[in-house]
């Protein structure tokens, strides 16, 4: 069993192995004709479900062979200009490249002493989004596994800056107020539009639910900054304290960019700590075009980015970005066996000591090989080609009888709906949705997501990949009128 370890024995058995996968893996992108095969759970589940893992086939050719069945052939596939699914991005080769590196030298990033160099490329690559952002010389961040972690990390340190800042207030005013007392007056403010990851991370952190209050948004689907303004002062009003107001640069529904500069406005005014969530639209960072949809990010005290979505990385690539490096610490803890308090004493760079996570995989080196391949404005340009291409994508649908949109993208997603010809019941209309969105994927011809708006249902496209065109875009929205009329006249056939 030995020979299967990955050491100087064993180097040309794995240069053959990853070769032979790798060759898998490149005609089947080669010979892609759709993004997945249409195949049901029902099909596969029992295929997967037969197979004895306590009987190994030794072989790797003959593990491929079985692996072809059970996943590269019905697997989707991002690449796929019709994939116009959830925020899934095509990956850059470079990338992938870094990711077969990481593996297999397989860096833990949590102490300087398992992962020297990869602990310097990812302080230098936060260095550097810090500064895209404007954060100031007292930036600093951590890699995240994705948006849901950077951002509960984010709320984690607002939530303990929050009760640091209250409670000394509350002492020097002669009152003691414990931790204990204070968590259940904390709020955190949001827009309606805004990722539920928020609500999650209010939740894990003993705030519960309740605590996030959701802002309405405009008629752009952005955060109402007069409703907010009024929310944080009843806020003060109720002996409430404003935790935290977390602003979204990218909707995941509508790439929707609140008004930053207005919210950092309010949450100065109310001494409240900003964090933009920019995961969708944190691309614009190195937009060649469009940076200034951003402007006022500069101002927030976090920011979480998401690097396999506008970045074109493949998945986990996130971070957590802070203006000041000190409200790190509110996750520091020193462990004797790993990271003694004497290493930070000897300036021994353990990124452990930022993050919420122990074992870490060596993320970054994938942003650090794209970078250094295709340079920010190389990636930027594609981000770019997504957003012209939703623009256009606008100009189609809100041309089309067929279907109403619901607002112009501000980055690459389009939001919209079916409507038929003939009045339809409101029910029977939103079962239209869901039935047609449902077809197609069965088909395997196209992927399209799907969401609510205003209590009703409509359908979603999600454009991360420069491959796909306007023509894609019309013939998935043939498709999709085809599968919901379909639906429709044969439901009210039944109902006649």
Same mark, same amino acid.
């Given at each position: ?48 479900n037969g197979i004895d893992l306590d009987k190994p086939l030794a072989d790797a050719t003959a593990v491929l062979d079985e ?115 204070? *968590? /259940?007056?904390?709020?955190?403010? !949001?827009? =309606?539009? &805004? ?6 991370? +209010?939740?894990?952190? $003993? ?11 405009d008629r752009n689907r952005r955060m109402d900054t007069a409703v907010l303004a009024l929310e944080l002062e009843e806020c ?23 008004? *930053? /500069?207005?919210?950092?406005?309010? !949450?100065? =005014?109310? &001494? ?6 920019? +995961?969708?639209?944190? $691309? ?61 004493? =000897? ?75 003939? =009045? ?73």
């Amino acid at each position: 069993m030995r020979s299967h370890l990955l050491n100087e024995t064993t180097a040309d058995l794995y240069r053959r192995s990853v070769t032979e996968g790798v060759d898998r893996v490149a005609a089947k992108l080669a010979t892609t004709e759709r993004p997945h095969t249409g195949i049901s759970v029902d099909e596969l589940a029992p295929v997967i479900n037969g197979i004895d893992l306590d009987k190994p086939l030794a072989d790797a050719t003959a593990v491929l062979d079985e692996l072809e069945d059970v996943y590269l052939r019905d697997a989707v596939y991002f690449h796929h200009p019709r994939y116009l699914g959830h925020l899934n991005c095509p990956v850059v080769i470079p990338a992938v490249l870094g990711e077969a590196v990481l593996s297999a030298v397989n860096s833990s990033l949590d102490t300087w002493d398992q992962s020297i160099g990869g602990t310097l490329i990812e302080r230098r690559l936060i260095d550097w989004t810090a500064q895209r952002i404007g954060l100031g010389p007292a930036a600093d961040g951590i890699f995240t596994s994705g948006g849901s972690q950077s951002n509960f990390h984010a709320l984690l340190l607002a939530r303990d800056e929050a009760c640091r800042i209250v409670m000394k207030k509350e002492l020097d005013e002669g009152r003691e107020l414990t931790k204990a007392e204070l *968590l /259940p007056k904390l709020r955190i403010f !949001t827009s =309606e539009a &805004s990722h539920f990851s928020v609500k999650k991370s +209010a939740a894990m952190l $003993g705030l519960g639910y309740e605590a996030v209050i959701a802002v309405p948004v405009d008629r752009n689907r952005r955060m109402d900054t007069a409703v907010l303004a009024l929310e944080l002062e009843e806020c003060a009003a109720e002996g409430l304290f404003p935790m935290a107001v977390v602003a979204t640069a990218g909707t995941t529904d509508f790439g929707s960019i609140d008004p *930053l /500069p207005e919210i950092a406005r309010l !949450t100065a =005014e109310h &001494s409240a700590w900003m964090h933009v969530d920019a +995961a969708y639209g944190c $691309g614009l960072l190195v937009s060649p075009t469009r940076r200034h949809l951003l402007d006022g990010i500069e101002h927030a005290d976090s920011v979480t980015v998401d690097y396999h979505k506008s970045f074109f990385q493949p998945v986990s690539s996130s971070a957590m970005l802070v203006r000041d490096r000190d409200t790190l610490k509110h996750a520091t803890y020193h462990a004797d066996y790993l990271n003694p308090r004497r290493m930070a004493e =000897e300036r021994i760079p353990n990124q452990v000591d930022k993050s919420i996570q122990t074992t870490r995989r060596f993320d970054a080196l994938k942003l650090w090989m794209t970078l250094r391949v295709m340079g920010a404005d190389g990636v930027g340009s594609l981000f770019d080609e997504v957003i012209d291409l939703a623009a256009a994508g606008w100009d189609l649908i809100d041309a089309d009888p067929r279907f109403e949109v619901v607002v112009k993208p501000q980055i690459s997603t389009l939001v919209f709906r079916f409507l038929p010809g003939e =009045e339809a019941p409101a029910d029977l209309l939103d079962e239209a949705q869901l039935h047609a969105r449902k077809a197609l994927f069965a088909s395997g011809e196209a992927v399209v997501a799907g969401t609510k708006v205003d209590g009703k249902q409509y359908l979603k496209f999600t454009l991360l990949n420069p491959q796909t065109t306007t023509a894609d875009i019309a013939a998935v929205l043939d498709l999709l009128a085809a599968h919901a009329e379909q639906f429709l006249g044969e439901s009210l056939a039944v109902h006649h």
